[in-house]
Nanobody, 120 residues
């Protein structure tokens, strides 16, 4: 069993930055793939970025070059650095821990979500 707690969301102006963090409890963190997903109002939850246990990454097309994922297995943490934010990045962001890299499939453990709002 893995429990996840996200932090770092908030209200930012367009062009600004935010850093989301996700702390995991439980064992075996280093063997999991990790992901950040988001869900905007009226839309399906979508993958923002994923990172495998060996550090390979996959980014959604809309966020390439602006968002960066990192993991620290010694601290059981995964972070998402978000730069050059746009209003369309507004969503609830969820941390995910999973045992496969079938990123399109909703599975694994999920955090409670943190709201990110980009608005002037």
């Amino acid at each position: 069993q893995v429990q996840l707690v996200e932090s770092g969301g908030g209200l930012v102006q367009p062009g600004g930055s935010l850093r989301l963090s996700c702390a995991a409890s439980g064992s075996g963190f280093s063997i999991y793939a990790l992901g950040w997903y988001r869900q905007a109002p009226g839309k399906k939850r979508e993958l923002v970025v994923g990172i495998t246990k060996v550090g390979s990454t996959i980014y959604g097309d809309s966020v390439k070059g602006r968002l960066t994922i990192s993991r620290d297995n010694s601290k059981n943490m995964v972070c998402l650095q978000m730069d050059s934010l746009k209003p369309e990045d507004t969503a609830v962001y969820y941390c995910n821990v999973r045992w496969t890299t079938s990123w399109a499939v909703e599975l694994g453990y999920w955090g409670q979500g943190t709201q990110v709002t980009i608005s002037s």
